[in-house]
């Protein structure tokens, strides 16, 4: 299929340049190795999009790896229409990897095509992979092994049943969510007639959830005490005590907390100059979206 057949191709390009990280960043090499790699890898996630849309069977598909930990210990997913991927979503990935400090982790950078409460809107699903492969290459510099990947099921338990068939010796799977998308995983409507605690059983047997802190609703008091609430039963019978053991709260910068993909297509659309945009994401992202023919948002 031509889908594979274009994976392969990039996966041989990516390991040629993963070899000597170390050396070849603090000499620049990678930059421009990446640079250099970026133009036919970005000509290529347009087309992987239309392949993927093109199989009706293909639920999961991985476009772009930094590099692959054959048997990771855990599998660290953040999920998102990454519309675009900002500096709240890099905050979320780094202090969830600290969690798992001393264990071997693959992170997958997860695009949603389709979500559980809104339709798409621009930018176009193939700008938004190109995004996130500089995300994923801004985290590699880091020392993070990082995998880009699409999805088109909109519900956690969905998305969790098809990454564990293709990450079969991962041993543990956690999502970094923020505090928002925490209470909507828990919330009753999007599993009715059932309740959450058994709609979602077999996933909080197996999983777990990172979950940060987000300017919302509920002040960072209310929500550090998620887990231990949950723990103390305050939401049985829709969400049974044992998973709050299950449930890391981690709570963000002051700086982090009130950034959004929606703020920041707003400030986008207003003309706001590269210097402040690149306070809420990365400035190669800023970059990108800036140098793009049309306009993006
Ligand atoms: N600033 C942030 N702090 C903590 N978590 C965040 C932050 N921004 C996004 N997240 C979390 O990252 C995940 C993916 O985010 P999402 O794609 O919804 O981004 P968003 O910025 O909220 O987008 P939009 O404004 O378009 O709704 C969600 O679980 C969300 O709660
Ligand atoms: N119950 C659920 O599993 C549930 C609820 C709301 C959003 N989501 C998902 O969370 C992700 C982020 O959503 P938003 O962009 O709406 O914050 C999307 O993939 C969306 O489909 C899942």
Request: glycine share 4%.
């Amino acid at each position: 299929m031509a889908f594979d057949l274009y994976d392969q191709k990039v996966r041989c390009k990516i390991v040629h340049f993963v070899c000597y990280p170390d050396i070849m960043y603090k000499s620049g090499i990678l930059d421009v190795a990446f640079r250099t790699l970026m133009q036919p890898l970005h000509n290529g996630l347009a087309d992987a999009y239309k392949a993927f849309c093109a199989d009706d069977k293909l639920h999961f598909k991985i476009v772009y790896n930094t590099q692959v930990i054959p048997k990771p210990e855990v599998l660290l997913v953040l999920d998102s229409s990454f519309n675009p991927p900002h500096w709240g979503h890099h905050a979320l990935i780094e202090k969830g990897l600290r969690l798992y400090d001393g264990r071997s982790t693959q992170v997958l950078l997860l695009l949603a095509v389709n979500n559980a409460d809104k339709a798409a809107a621009p930018a176009s699903f193939d700008k938004r992979m190109e995004m996130m492969c500089l995300m994923a290459d801004l985290l590699h510099k880091n020392g993070s092994a990082v995998s880009v990947g699409i999805t088109d099921y909109a519900k956690y338990v969905d998305k969790d049943i098809i990454l564990r068939k293709h990450y079969k010796d991962a041993r543990t799977i956690s999502f970094l969510v923020g505090f928002d998308t925490i209470v909507r995983i828990f919330a009753p409507k999007y599993y009715y007639p059932r309740l959450p605690s058994e709609a979602l059983e077999s996933f909080m047997a197996s999983t777990e959830l990172c979950c940060l802190t987000r300017e919302g609703n509920h002040n960072l008091e209310e929500q550090m005490k998620y887990s231990s609430d949950i723990s103390n039963g305050v939401y049985e019978p829709n969400i049974p005590k044992s998973w709050g053991a299950k449930i890391h709260m981690m709570e963000n910068d002051k700086i982090f907390e009130s950034i959004s993909s929606s703020a920041i297509r707003k400030a986008i659309a207003e003309g706001q100059t590269s210097e402040k945009l690149s306070k809420l994401l990365p400035l190669p992202i800023v970059d990108y979206i800036l140098s793009s023919k049309d306009q993006m948002f």
